[in-house]
T-cell receptor, first 113, second 113 residues
């Protein structure tokens, strides 16, 4: 079954707006939650990651919010730019699955100028 | 430092054939993982190697196999190709494996006719 569920599948945001992508997981043993960004023709690249001992992590315009009790985490992109247009994947790993990432299905983000 | 290099970039095969894909990790990285990416199933974990040993294996049939050499370079092999094996095959490397940053290559696009 899908270990990590991601929504929405696609997202259109105006330049300067906030993009929000949500993910939910089932396995309580997961303790590492990265977000990857993928451009066409390229492999995914790590954007930002969080561990469950903090509820929020910010790096520049990108913020992860983490809710351990709800088993949910989300990516917020502030001041979205056309260059942010890409596919975003959330992922999770941990416990006996160490070294193996379970990915969400991805969100195709389009930022209009 | 050179990134993760995957060869070939594109490959066309016919059903029943076998194929070998190659991955050169970032220098100093000892862990290599392989993922299959398709529009329908997203990113699915195939296997992970560390110091020439397979540490993790995903839910793929035995037709999918891999190995890692003493210089950390890795190969994956798919025998008796099926139409459904058409996908982008991504290799990722990291220093130790586990919950740390994965660096992905650009992938090998395999088309099975």
């Amino acid at each position: 079954q899908q270990q990590v569920k991601q929504s929405p599948q696609s997202l259109i945001v105006q330049k300067g707006g906030i993009s929000i992508i949500n993910c939910a997981y089932e396995n309580t043993a997961f303790d590492y939650f990265p977000w990857y960004q993928q451009f066409p023709g390229k492999g995914p690249a790590l954007l930002i990651a969080i561990r469950p001992d903090v509820s929020e992590k910010k790096e520049g315009r990108f913020t992860i919010s983490f809710n351990k009790s709800a088993k949910q985490f989300s990516l917020h992109i502030m001041d979205s730019q056309p260059g942010d247009s890409a596919t975003y994947f959330c992922a999770a790993s941990g416990g006996s699955t160490l070294g193996r990432l379970y990915f969400g299905r991805g969100t195709q983000l389009t930022v209009w100028p | 430092k050179a990134g993760v290099t995957q060869t070939p970039r594109y490959l066309i095969k016919t059903r029943g054939q076998q194929v070998t894909l190659s991955c050169s990790p970032i220098s100093g990285h000892r862990s290599v993982s392989w993922y299959q990416q398709t529009p329908g199933q997203g990113l699915q974990f195939l296997f992970e190697y560390f110091s020439e040993t397979q540490r993790n294996k995903g839910n793929f049939p035995g037709r999918f196999s891999g190995r890692q050499f003493s210089n950390s370079r890795s190969e994956m092999n798919v025998s008796t190709l099926e139409l459904g094996d058409s996908a982008l095959y991504l290799c990722a490397s990291s220093q130790q494996g586990g919950n740390e940053k994965l660096f992905f290559g650009s992938g090998t696009q395999l088309s099975v006719l």
